[in-house]
């Protein structure tokens, strides 16, 4: 078992809107560990494992993954030395998250194409090597998907490993949405896929709204998940597509805010909001940024980083001056300066983006935007560190 980085990922995750020092989320999490049983069944183990895994791409979901890490150090008679398929797809979802790609890849390797686990595998493992930049062999392992899940599944997939240039795929993508299609029934065996398995990554936040599947999946209408991943893969595509044109970002908008508006907003996940909240400062809505994204965090929980970026962005461009500006520029500040000290730089694209962004250090946002491509190589990061280069 690898050892747990608890410290250090309290540590990056130190200060918040709510300004938390470090034994106030130290605090936090024991008490969140306190409520847990203090025995487990091997049924119950593992149903609370996919519990605390399910909500680590939603607000506050950082504690979740650490819960769950926790918990799996905490019961070893319970994770067995020889991890059955279930125990290596959840140690997967938890190193990527950690973004301990290669161990990832490792465990998911284990698990055999007769597992009922096998298809969620093959959908993290497509996305972890999206991450990776290896394209071919994200295209490969969607393609093994093929009449083991449904078209939209496989297509879905193939568009991410394709970097969304695929006009074909899109245009099957744009059909489901705006017609809920149904789900084929296999589709419900895309069981634990987390929100780390069908990630639809950006660098700012690697868990996408990711396909969950279950007793829903058969549902003649979309499913949630469904719904919200796809939009944002039709989403990136329209603003890639755009060229700068307004008109395409403003769509791209509307994609993702009919989303926001048919979901309760906490149950959206963090990567969601993002993008979400980059299409809204691209259209130079930056009201919308300022009073939507902090209403998803209680007085008591944390603010992810990418998120917080935002904001700051949103005052710096409406009103520089404001008090409330130079406060959120403070707040992310002091979690950037957390990050740094800690050496929490896992997500370096958030600390890249500060500096060029917040700071205007273009030295540093360099550095970093090339830090952040030494641990993901998606087309994303290469796009971004070449957005970083021609800024100078």
């Excluded at 929100?195 to 829903?216: F, I, M, N, T, Y």
Aim: charged share 20%; aromatic share 8%; net charge neutral.
């Amino acid at each position: 078992m690898k050892p747990l980085f608890v410290f250090t990922l309290l540590a990056a995750m130190a200060t918040s809107v709510w300004s938390h020092s470090v034994p106030d989320i130290a605090k936090r999490l024991e008490q969140l560990l306190a409520q847990t049983p203090a025995a487990f069944s091997v049924v119950e183990f593992q149903d609370y494992i996919d519990q605390q895994l399910a909500r680590r791409a939603l607000p506050s979901g950082s504690d979740h993954v650490i819960i769950a890490e926790t918990l799996i150090q905490q019961h070893p008679q319970i994770f067995e030395q020889t991890p059955t398929d279930w125990q290596q797809l959840t140690l997967a979802s938890i190193d990527q998250y950690n973004h301990r790609f290669a161990t990832t890849l490792e465990q998911l390797q284990q698990i055999p194409p007769t597992s009922r686990y096998w298809p969620s595998a093959m959908l993290m493992k497509a996305r972890t090597e999206v991450m990776l930049g290896e394209f071919e062999a994200a295209e490969a392992s969607c393609k093994s998907l093929l009449l083991k899940a449904s078209t939209l599944v496989v297509s879905a997939c193939l568009s991410d490993a394709r970097s969304n240039q695929d006009a074909n795929l899109q245009a099957i993508i744009q059909q489901a949405r705006s017609s809920q299609a149904a789900f084929q029934p296999q589709d419900a065996s895309f069981q634990h896929t987390n929100q780390g398995g069908l990630s639809k990554a950006v660098p700012q936040s690697e868990s996408r709204a990711v396909p969950q599947a279950g007793p829903q999946a058969e549902s003649r209408t979309l499913p949630r998940y469904m719904d919200v991943w796809l939009s944002q893969l039709h989403a990136e595509y329209l603003e890639q597509q755009s060229h700068h044109d307004t008109d395409s970002h403003q769509q791209a908008f509307k994609v993702l805010d009919s989303i926001a508006q048919r979901y309760p907003a906490d149950s959206l996940p963090v990567a969601f909001w993002a993008q979400w909240a980059d299409s809204a400062l691209a259209t130079q809505q930056y009201q919308a940024v300022i009073h939507t994204l902090p209403q998803l965090y209680a007085k008591d929980s944390l603010m992810d980083d990418a998120l917080m970026l935002r904001v700051s962005e949103a005052w710096l461009h409406s009103q520089p001056r404001a008090r409330d500006a130079k406060r959120w520029k403070s707040l992310i500040a002091h979690r950037i300066h957390y990050r740094l000290h800690n050496q929490a730089s896992v997500h370096a694209y958030e600390i890249s983006r500060y500096y060029h962004n917040i700071k205007g250090n273009h030295t540093k946002a360099l550095h970093w935007a090339r830090a952040n491509l030494n641990d993901n190589r998606s087309w994303r990061d290469q796009q971004w560190l070449q957005q970083v280069k021609n800024s100078r």
